[in-house]
């Protein structure tokens, strides 16, 4: 959930002490995915040097490789843009 991802990437930023923290949670297949919550649902969150955290839901299409590609490269993105703040 959101809720999730929010609170993973802000203990990440707390608990290791760095400026800039990720997480990410999700399905990516090839299982375990429900109609309310699909294989391919992610969401990634990045918490900044001051504590703000910035959510993302993704719904990426693809094998569980590429899911898993397109949510590293998605938070990579948005690690650099919260380190950039």
Known sequence: SEETA???ALG????LGVDVS???TGIAGPGGGTAEKPVGLV???ACDRSG????ERCLFDGSRDEIRNSTAYRA?????ASACK
């Open 6 to 8: 929010r609170q993973m």
């Open 43 to 45: 969401y990634i969150a």
């Open 12 to 15: 990440a930023k707390t608990i």
């Open 76 to 80: 990579m993105e948005m690690a650099i």
């Open 52 to 55: 703000g955290v910035i959510c």
């Open 22 to 24: 990720v997480a990410v």
